[in-house]
């Protein structure tokens, strides 16, 4: 069975970079759309980026467009999530999560079998 572990996450000032990792064991990574989520305090779960099979598509909430970029790593069974400029409504805990999407091109924010145990992002100076 796949499992899914995050890294990277951490304390960083406002305006400060971090890369969240996802990297996966029981399987392999390839087969999978890769989708990345947080959760802030009293806020509900929220997709911030996605990533198909193939890496053919990707996709980004309003909120992290132009600051966070997706990418995989299939030989290394594991998936990045660069964010720069980080805002202090960044806070939260990170999830990644892997769906087995019929379509090798398919990149969205729901239909996802399995979950990381997440990592925590907090922006603050």
């Known amino acids: 069975q796949l499992q899914l572990v995050e890294s990277g996450g951490g304390l960083v000032q406002p305006g400060g970079s971090l890369r969240l990792s996802c990297a996966a064991s029981?399987?392999?990574?390839?087969?999978?759309?890769i989708g990345w989520f947080r959760q802030a305090p009293g806020k509900e779960r929220e997709g911030v980026s996605c990533?198909?099979?193939?890496?053919?598509?990707?996709k980004y909430s309003d909120s992290v467009k132009g600051r966070f970029t997706i990418s995989r790593d299939n030989n290394k069974n594991t998936v990045y999530l660069q964010m720069n400029s980080l805002k202090p409504e960044d806070t939260a805990v990170y999830y990644c999560?892997?769906?087995?999407?019929?379509?090798?091109?398919?990149?969205?924010?729901?239909?996802?079998?399995?979950w990381g145990q997440g990592t925590q992002v907090t922006v603050s100076s």
């Open positions: 999560a892997a769906g087995l999407f019929i379509s090798q091109d398919l990149c969205v924010f729901s239909g996802y079998d399995y």
């Open positions: 029981g399987s392999v990574l390839n087969v999978y759309g």
């Open positions: 990533i198909s099979r193939r890496g053919s598509s990707t």
